[in-house]
């Protein structure tokens, strides 16, 4: 069974504090990690897929990595607006659903 | 690219009657259609799974009367919750993902459904 592990639960910075989210996961055969942000009261939105160890994206103040085990998502002097529920999934083989993780609430206060 | 529009955004309705849910893929075509569950402070919880044409699949656990999906076209996926009853409201998400070989689900915003 894929399993998926964020941490922290909840994240406080300040603004221009940089620091990690964490992911860890299980999954059989990894066809994609996902990274998504969620607004309250809205749907995820799509930030970044990774489809092997090594791999990086980055999309503004945010940098996405992979491991053979985990995912990094590193934010980069964030900014009030940054602040959001961030959610890791993956997709193993022979599924295209997604397992979630539970998130990691991040504040980034002025 | 990659929009997904739901109607409602939200709703409110009486105990005991159905309510209809659309989720549409605005400038791509879905192969498989998703539905998820969101309560409050807790994580997406998948419902079923829906491919253009076939029946839908339900998770363990979900009534499949009671939730009634319809994938009709490569753009539109239904969900209706019929005999709403109170504990049925919650938040409803869907996801598109396009052809072969493409992962990544794109969501809509949500229809936030509250049942009296």
């Known amino acids: 069974e894929d399993q998926v592990t964020q941490s922290p639960e909840a994240l406080r910075l300040q603004e221009g504090e940089s620091s990690s989210l964490n992911c860890s996961y299980t999954?059989?055969?990894?066809?994609?990690l996902f990274w998504y942000r969620q607004d309250p009261g809205k749907g995820p939105e799509f930030l970044f897929t990774?489809?092997?160890a090594g791999e990086e994206k980055e999309k503004e103040r945010l940098k996405a990595t992979l491991t053979k085990k985990e995912s990094f998502l590193h934010i980069t002097a964030p900014k009030p607006e940054d602040s959001a529920t961030y959610l890791c999934a993956v997709s193993g083989a022979g599924s295209y659903q997604l397992t979630f993780g539970k998130g990691t609430k991040l504040s980034v206060i002025p | 690219g990659a929009v997904v529009s739901q109607h409602p955004s939200w709703v409110i309705c009486k105990s005991g009657t159905s309510v209809k849910i659309e989720c549409r893929s605005l400038?791509?075509?879905?192969?498989?259609m998703f539905w998820y569950r969101q309560f409050p402070k807790q994580s997406l919880m998948l419902m079923a799974t829906s491919n253009e044409g076939s029946k839908a699949t339900y998770e363990q656990g979900v009534e499949k009367d009671k939730f009634l999906i319809n994938h009709a076209s490569l753009t539109l996926s239904t969900l209706t919750v019929t005999s709403a009853h109170p504990e049925d409201s919650s938040f409803y998400i869907c996801?598109?993902?396009?052809?072969?070989?493409?992962?990544?689900?794109?969501f809509g915003p949500g229809t936030r459904l509250t049942v009296t």
């Open positions: 996801s598109a993902r396009g052809g072969s070989g493409n992962y990544e689900q794109y």
């Open positions: 999954v059989s055969g990894l066809r994609g």
């Open positions: 990774l489809y092997s």
């Open positions: 400038d791509f075509q879905a192969t498989t």
